[in-house]
């Protein structure tokens, strides 16, 4: 055959060198990543300069004639990928040509090289690489990327070539197996932990960012499936969108041991992702790929790069993560975008924001009824509406359960859906096997998912297992340790299992990390409040009323306690102004009944407390349960109509007693 090659024999076309026999390929005595069918390809082509090649014949001398999978996209690939290696520009090529519907040529000089085993330089770097424009629809026109884009400068040229001298230097003295250590020691890197950070928004539009962000989230959801590795949640690894850190140093901080990062470009109905895989604490670089595809392939696309990811992370994975269910599903690109605008609305955790959300996702699923996670996020937007007290639950909770319940229909295997659902058993039915058989699903589905953990944890507190619980918002907080919501989680645990050290470490924790996080300066000020520092507890409250959107009662507040003696609690002090602003706020607004609960036990009156605890249960005001373990009602845990209560709402009485 006329591309076959005797051992040991090598191929030199201008600065690149090609191993014949191992198919591997360097430059300045790095080694640059290809995959096994692309060197074989390139090795065909090299031993015969100057010959048109035909697709018929690549097909059936590497792939073989009984091939009958996608071909034409395989040979595509190998064809970008090697063009992304020699840095070829198929417009104006030096090394392969395209004959349009024939096949392809390559036209450099090519010296012959004939060198003992192994002689070739060696080494695991893979080479790097950057973005190209979009131009083309054509897959075998596409030009390979020339490197991925590194937004942190790095003295690459600099370390290539003392490598390059490190390696002639063993070469020529031996120096005891260095080599082979050097070697070995690259190859067995092992990767437990993951980052992925944002992708970059190479579109030059920042109306696109949703988009960007939409692929982060679905890479970072699609490697959490890898059982045995860790994955930072979406939150912690937002932190680090343009950051100027060094990735080792991004490492320290989120405590992993790899790190991907790229890009994302989207022109017109093209979309093309390049990721490289790097191993944080030493921001050495172990593969990189790009992938272009049209838009309404996203999805599938996102599943690949994921793919690839996972067999670079560990060779002795059997395979990579399965492609997500949603990527079996054709999705209408419009719909897609909705769904993408609708959860980066949604999980910003602001009424405005929630409202917006909830619009999109409608629209979403109005262009494309049959995708799971637009009806997993919509049920998370309905419930957090039913959060901010805006309507009665029944109104939005039992859309929010409608809406779960269709995704699992649709995908009885995506997690998410199983979180919100169990969230709506809890929350709302107060059947608390249901949710806890719900969660343990989403943590079995998705280890890697700290929504999931900390929900669970809330679970485990409010029916009296508080060990279990902060073990479960422990991990929580290691999956996503910069998340102000996971810390505010993690301080309402603590505060409700009275370790109140930690409720207000984890409080100030998370006000720290978003200042404007309102439940974060709530689940504060009531660990102060506990802790006796009534004066700093009451302007949290404050911030908390001002950012979640009764601004005009923080102010009142404020203006009163300027009046009154700095002794004791000023909210105790104050209540009366709270309770007046709410019965007024109620004549045109919905008031949850829980609320009018909490400010007549903030004036002691605990009669109509309890009264307004069974009208709260006759409405089923959402974070009832919380009475049940909140130290704020210790005082009514010895009563016969409070442990009634808790009866009702199926909730342990005995260990609620204890407190």
């Given amino acids: 055959m006329a591309g076959s090659a005797p051992p040991n024999r090598a191929l030199r076309f201008g600065s690149f060198e090609l191993n014949v026999t191992t198919g591997e390929l360097c430059k300045c005595g790095i080694t640059l990543k290809l995959r096994p069918q692309a060197a074989k390809v390139l090795v065909l082509l090299a031993t015969r300069p100057g010959d048109m090649v035909t697709r018929e014949q690549l097909k059936e001398q590497i792939w073989g004639s009984g091939f009958f999978v996608d071909f034409e996209h395989g040979l595509n690939l190998c064809i970008q990928q090697i063009r992304a290696a020699l840095d070829d520009d198929p417009g104006k090529p030096r090394y392969i040509e395209t004959l349009p519907r024939h096949g392809y040529r390559f036209i450099a000089r090519v010296e012959e090289l004939v060198q003992d085993s192994g002689a070739l330089p060696q080494t695991a ?74 992708l970059e928004n190479l579109s030059h539009d920042p109306d696109q960012e949703y988009f960007s962000d939409g692929i982060t989230d679905a890479l970072i959801t699609d490697l959490a499936q890898i059982g045995s590795l860790k994955v930072i949640s979406r939150t912690s690894s937002m932190q680090y969108k343009r950051t100027k850190k060094s990735l080792p140093e991004v490492a320290h901080d989120l405590n992993v041991d790899g790190v991907v990062e790229g890009t994302v470009q989207r022109s017109g109905d093209r979309v093309r992702i390049t990721a490289q895989l790097l191993f944080g604490p030493s921001d050495k670089h172990l593969w990189a790929e790009s992938y272009d595809r049209e838009l309404r392939n996203a999805l599938q696309l996102e ?115 199983h979180t919100v659902l169990g969230l709506v ?52 907080l290691e999956l996503d340790p910069f998340s102000p919501f996971q810390h505010g989680a993690a301080s309402y645990v603590f505060l409700c299992a009275r370790d109140y050290a930690s409720a207000l470490r984890e409080g100030r924790r998370s006000v720290e990390i978003d200042p404007t996080f309102a439940d974060g300066h709530l689940m504060l000020g009531s660990a102060l409040g506990v802790k006796g520092i009534f004066a700093e507890g009451f302007q949290e409250w404050l911030r908390y009323l001002s950012l979640s959107g009764d601004a005009e009662l923080a102010q009142e507040l404020e203006d009163a306690a300027k009046k009154v003696s700095r002794l004791g609690d000023p909210g105790h002090k104050l209540a009366h102004i709270a ?31 309890l009264e307004w605890l069974g009208k709260a249960f006759q409405e089923r005001s959402v974070g009832l349960y919380a009475v049940a373990i909140h130290p704020s009602f210790d005082s009514l845990r010895s009563d016969p109509r409070f442990q009634d209560l808790l009866r009702r709402m199926n909730l342990p009485v005995d260990s609620a007693s204890q407190h």
Wanted: proline share 5%; with cysteine.
């Fill in 125 to 198: 770097a893979p080479s790097s690489v950057s973005v190209p424009d979009l131009h083309t629809t054509d897959e075998h026109q596409v030009r390979g990327p020339q490197g991925i884009a590194r937004w942190r400068s790095q003295p690459w040229a600099v370390s290539g070539v003392a490598l390059a001298a490190l390696v002639v230097a063993v070469a020529l003295f031996g120096l005891g197996g260095l080599r082979e250590r050097l070697a070995g020691r690259a190859q067995h890197l092992r990767i437990e932990s993951l980052a992925v950070l944002p």
């Fill in 303 to 417: 599943g690949e790069v994921a793919h690839d990811i996972a067999g670079a992370i560990s060779a002795s994975l059997a395979r990579g993560p399965g492609p997500r269910s949603a990527a079996l599903h054709s999705l209408n690109v419009e719909a897609y975008d909705d769904y993408l605008k609708g959860r980066n609305c949604a999980r910003r955790l602001m009424r405005d924001e929630v409202l917006k959300g909830l619009g999109f996702l409608e629209r979403s699923l109005q262009r494309d009824p049959n995708y799971a996670p637009a009806y997993a996020e919509l049920s998370f937007a309905y419930q957090m509406l039913a959060a901010f007290h805006d309507s009665p639950p029944p109104e939005v909770l039992s859309k929010g359960k409608a809406a779960a319940l269709k995704a699992l229909a649709l995908d009885e295997n995506l997690a998410e859906a």
């Fill in 425 to 476: 058993y809890g929350e709302y039915e107060w059947d608390w096997a249901a949710e806890e058989r719900e969660l343990k699903r989403a943590v079995q589905l998705d280890p890697n998912s700290s929504f999931a953990h900390s929900m669970y944890a809330l679970h485990l507190v409010t029916v009296g297992r508080e060990k279990d619980s902060i073990q479960e918002i422990n991990t929580a």
């Fill in 579 to 609: 309770l007046s602003y709410y019965q007024r706020k109620a004549k045109t607004k919905y008031v949850a009944a829980l609320t009018f609960a909490v400010a007549y036990l903030d004036l002691g009156d605990e009669d109509r407390t």
